[in-house]
Antibody, heavy 121, light 109 residues
Framework: EVQLLESGGGLVQPGGSLRLSCAAS????????MSWVRQAPGEGLEWVST????????YYADSVKGRFTSSRDNSKHTLYLQMNSLRADDTAVYYC??????????????WGQGTLVTVSS | SVLTQPPSVSAAPGQKVTISCSGS????????VSWYQQLPGTAPKLLIY???KRPSGIPDRFSGSKSGTSATLGITGLQTGDEADYYC???????????FGGGTKLTVL
């Protein structure tokens, strides 16, 4: 059974940093690209970042480029999102999601339960 | 949002509803489309991928199609349990990233 478990969310002041983790199990982690998708309170889904499975190529939304860094440790089956220079509009539930196929970066067949990040003074 | 969806749709139990998703040649026009269902307080659930394929466990009441730069999700035999927010998604080659629609709230009257 595929499981994705996010952690690391919480309250942080504007300008601060936070690192999210996503522990994966139930599939060959290194074979799949993984993504972060966020959802602000009462709003829709917003893609944040995707990291490939093998060579760890990364892709970012313009809204987080230069501030967020996605990485992975295939030996630990864990995905990370380092978030720096946080702003109020980064407040959201952050989901990690597994891509449906090794080359299918656009579709996500498994999602974690989400972790809430609140940026406020 | 890069992809445009109607904010809301409604239909009676047992009826059929369609949800549209409009994009451009850089996204829907040249890429596969996915659809997600999000029940209140839960993570999104994949309904459709590769424009018209259903993951294991998704009933055939849900279907997907595409024409040009627009995609459509169809739901037949509506049930009260289908009340949820629905999102389309695809890859955008110009942005080099995933784009989602703004979401459509389905009400089963």
């Amino acid at each position: 059974e595929v499981q994705l478990l996010e952690s690391g969310g919480g309250l942080v002041q504007p300008g601060g940093s936070l690192r999210l983790s996503c522990a994966a199990s139930g599939f060959t982690f290194s074979s799949y690209a993984m993504s972060w998708v966020r959802q602000a309170p009462g709003e829709g889904l917003e893609w944040v970042s995707t990291i490939s499975g093998s060579d760890s190529s990364t892709y970012y939304a313009d809204s987080v480029k230069g501030r967020f860094t996605s990485s992975r440790d295939n030996s630990k089956h864990t995905l990370y999102l380092q978030m720096n220079s946080l702003r109020a509009d980064d407040t959201a539930v952050y989901y990690c999601a597994k891509t449906i196929s090794p080359s299918g970066y656009y579709a996500f067949n498994y999602w974690g339960q989400g972790t809430l990040v609140t940026v406020s003074s | 949002s890069v992809l445009t969806q109607p904010p809301s749709v409604s239909a009676a139990p047992g009826q059929k509803v369609t949800i549209s998703c409009s994009g451009s040649s850089s996204n829907i026009g040249n890429n596969y489309v996915s659809w997600y269902q999000q029940l209140p307080g839960t993570a999104p659930k994949l309904l459709i991928y590769d424009t018209n394929k259903r993951p294991s466990g998704i009933p055939d009441r849900f279907s997907g199609s595409k024409s040009g730069t627009s995609a459509t999700l169809g739901i037949t035999g509506l049930q009260t349990g289908d009340e949820a927010d629905y999102y389309c998604g695809t890859w955008d080659g110009s942005l080099s990233g995933v784009v989602f629609g703004g979401g459509t709230k389905l009400t089963v009257l």
